[in-house]
């Protein structure tokens, strides 16, 4: 499996960012599909997942906030950023895990797409 994400970009705080994770191969349904963001000096944090049967996890900072999505028949993943913040800057990326329960865990993903930026001005 590929993934490719794009949508990244500069938004002023309060903003919102649609991200896309698009990915190839076969079985997409059969993965879960997650977010992690890096931001500069930081360890890589999960952000939220979403299983193969629709099961969604947030991390508690973007809670309300973010929306995660699929479509299945487009092999592709979406996060829905509202209400953005200056702290959540950083490179966004997708990961996919064949199965998987919606760890936040980043080993346990065996996929990952190349990132990317983005960034929120106060």
């Known amino acids: 499996v590929q993934l490719q994400a794009s949508g990244g970009g500069l938004v002023q705080a309060g903003g919102s960012l649609r991200l896309s994770c698009a990915a190839s191969?076969?079985?997409?349904?059969?993965?879960?599909m997650a977010w992690f963001r890096q931001a500069p000096g930081k360890e890589r944090e999960f952000v939220v997942a979403?299983?193969?049967?629709?099961?969604?996890y947030y991390a508690s900072p973007v809670k309300g906030r973010f929306t995660i999505s699929r479509d299945n028949l487009k092999n592709t993943v979406y996060l829905q950023m509202n209400s953005l913040k200056p702290e959540d800057t950083a490179i966004y990326y997708c990961?996919?895990?064949?199965?998987?329960?919606?760890?936040?865990?980043?080993?346990?993903?065996?996929?990952w797409g190349q990132g990317t930026l983005v960034t929120v001005s106060s």
């Open positions: 979403i299983t193969w049967n629709g099961s969604t």
């Open positions: 191969g076969r079985s997409f349904s059969r993965y879960t």
């Open positions: 990961a996919a895990d064949l199965g998987g329960s919606g760890d936040s865990y980043p080993s346990l993903y065996d996929y």
